[in-house]
């Protein structure tokens, strides 16, 4: 039973979880485990996420008529159990009416759905599409939640001050808001900035409860927080973490709503965000659909290491497998390098030769090929074998194949299709190569608090100092036709986050035939990513859901500067 209550006083529960998409049944479950943790933890009322019996984003599955209809049975069931005088729910659901289909909060309370109010600006940019699927509600008023008039935006509503503005005029006391807010670097600061303009403007405490785990490319990294009317900070959860918090709200002399005394977590930022992400990201992708682990190519090459590192970290040694696949370019730097990361691990470790797989499409081919030179059909002859064998190894025993090719590589083409490029997944495919290195380094020192794998250097020193390289023709390195690294990387992030002119960048300093060549490559691999493995995002532009470019296309900057 929820502690006794007064006016001035409300025990708010917030639910920072991990909703499955399209798991209604099971979103109903985990709500009322939350709710019952919360109830025992004496709150008045308990926060959800932003749709979260049906999951977020939805996106098209949302159409659906007996998707729509499941969700609100489920919500139906949930508005009864709080006839136990528990405590009140609020929590978000599609609703559909005559008037139209609306991402919705409820107010469940007393046994029954006691209010209900629609999100009113529906992001429609980078990773979001919500107008394709939602209608936009009106201007809301707040709703009654044990006597205290409560404003409830729907996540984009405070990111203008319209709705808060509206809610402040009409007499709330306090913001709730609930959210699914993906993860990006940076991000958490900048929704800080935002919920301190709106507390600015309004006078009014606002809690931010955002969701946790990963859906399909998009990481929801927690970090609910809330400030008070002062701006100062009223409490910190973790990220990366799932958790239900109460906190304490009192009501002041002067009329404010004041926190007291809730936790106040430490954030992760920089790199190590960045790695919890891609962690979290492969771990939900992989459980979430069902796969009993994973199986990558263990090349000795830093990619593949950091992959594996990733890998047992979210899964456990015990379902992460390697396979070497060497051929005849393959190094014995290569060969120990591997062997020592998967030691290190704790994998499972097997050595397919793929030579006979090789010369075999070679002997085959011959006829066609007679009286050409070997080129860099033989060398992709190389990547498709490997390929093919390990998705045989997902076919016949069921892991999915990690695929394990980064931002830099995937930028200009670096990649065989059908090849290294095949796999269901991918952890680092929004990592630039420079910031692999980082994240490999980063990870022999220090382990997140929720990894599964061992402590200690993870991916042997000698994988992180070598030269990168393919190893698909003799003594092949990446700088044979590619600039360096840091050089590379840092025109990718004019060209692909900033969409910076070619002048400009040359304006900066750089060469401008390199420029030229790397606008080029980038344009010219759009039809490879078009068939790529989903994977983390984890910068503000990921190729897919932020980054949209046609294939066929023949602009190329006339490159002035400005």
């Keep these: 039973m929820a502690a006794a209550h007064t006016p001035d006083t409300l025990r708010i529960a917030l639910a920072q979880a991990n909703p499955v998409m399209g798991d209604v049944r099971g979103n109903l479950a985990l709500a009322r485990r939350l709710r019952a943790e919360a109830t025992g933890q004496g709150a008045d ?16 599955l ?8 499941a969700c609100r049975a489920a919500l139906d069931e949930l508005a ?64 009654a939640v044990r006597g205290v008039r409560v404003g409830v935006p729907v996540c984009e509503d405070i990111w203008g001050d319209e709705v808060v503005d509206c809610l402040a005029e009409t007499g709330a006391e306090i913001l709730l808001v609930p959210n699914g807010s993906p993860y990006w670097r940076g991000k958490a600061e900048t929704r800080v900035n935002v919920v301190a303009a709106r507390v600015v403007e309004s006078g009014l405490p606002l809690v931010y409860l955002n969701q946790i785990g990963g859906q399909d490319e998009l990481v929801f990294d927690g970090g609910s927080f809330a400030l008070n009317a002062d701006r100062s900070l009223a409490f910190q959860m973790r990220g990366f973490v799932d958790e239900v918090v109460t906190t304490v709200w009192r009501k002041g002399a002067d009329g404010r709503w004041r ?13 190590r965000a960045d790695y919890r992400a891609c962690v979290l990201g492969l771990r939900d992708y992989v459980n979430k659909s069902g796969f009993p682990g994973v199986v990558l190519g263990l090349s000795g090459g830093i990619d593949s290491a950091l992959c594996a590192a990733m890998a047992v970290d979210a899964l456990g040694p015990e379902r992460v497998r390697c396979v070497m696949l060497p051929y005849r370019f393959t190094s014995g730097d290569s060969l120990r390098d591997a062997d020592a990361c998967a030691r290190a691990l704790g994998v499972r470790y097997d050595t397919l030769p793929i030579a006979p797989a090789v010369e075999g499409f070679e002997a085959v081919l011959a006829p066609l090929f007679e009286g050409r030179d070997r080129d860099v059909t033989e060398e992709n002859l190389q990547s498709r074998a490997r390929g093919m064998l390990l998705m045989s190894i997902s076919n016949k025993f069921g892991p999915m194949v990690v695929t394990t090719g980064n931002k830099s590589e995937m ?26 290195f980082r994240l490999s380094a980063l990870r022999n020192g220090w382990k997140p608090e929720d990894a599964l794998g061992p402590d200690g250097d993870v991916i042997p020193v000698a994988i992180i100092d070598k ?23 840092a025109i990718l992030n004019g060209l692909v986050e900033d969409e910076r002119r070619v002048g400009d960048l040359v304006a900066d300093g750089f060469d401008e035939e390199t420029v030229r060549k790397v606008e080029r ?23 897919g859901r932020d980054r949209r470019y046609p294939i066929v296309n023949r602009f190329r900057d006339p490159g002035a500067a400005r």
């Design 45 to 60: 009322v308990v926060m959800f996420s932003e749709l979260f019996l049906a999951g977020y984003p939805p996106e098209d």
């Design 62 to 69: 949302v159409l659906k008529p007996a998707f729509q209809e």
């Design 80 to 143: 009864a159990d709080t006839a136990d005088g528990g405590p009140d729910a609020l929590i978000g659901l599609p609703w559909k009416d005559e008037s139209g289909l609306y991402n919705a909060y409820a107010h469940l309370a007393g046994g029954a759905v006691a209010g209900l109010r629609y999100k009113v600006d529906l992001p429609n940019y980078g990773v979001f599409d919500e107008k394709r699927v939602f209608a936009a509600g009106p201007l809301p008023g707040p709703i």
């Design 259 to 271: 926190c007291e005394g809730g936790p106040k977590a430490t954030l992760e930022e920089g790199d």
């Design 411 to 436: 930028s200009v083409g670096y990649a065989t299709l059908y090849g290294d490029m095949n796999g269901g997944f991918n952890p680092i495919k929004d990592l630039y190569k420079t910031q692999v």
């Design 467 to 489: 030269p990168p390289t393919a190893e698909l023709r003799e003594n092949q390195k990446d700088a044979d036709s590619l600039p360096p690294y840091d050089v590379l990387d």
């Design 521 to 543: 490559l980038l344009y010219l691999a759009e039809y490879k990513r078009r068939q790529a493995a989903p994977g983390v995002k984890v910068t503000a532009r990921n190729f």
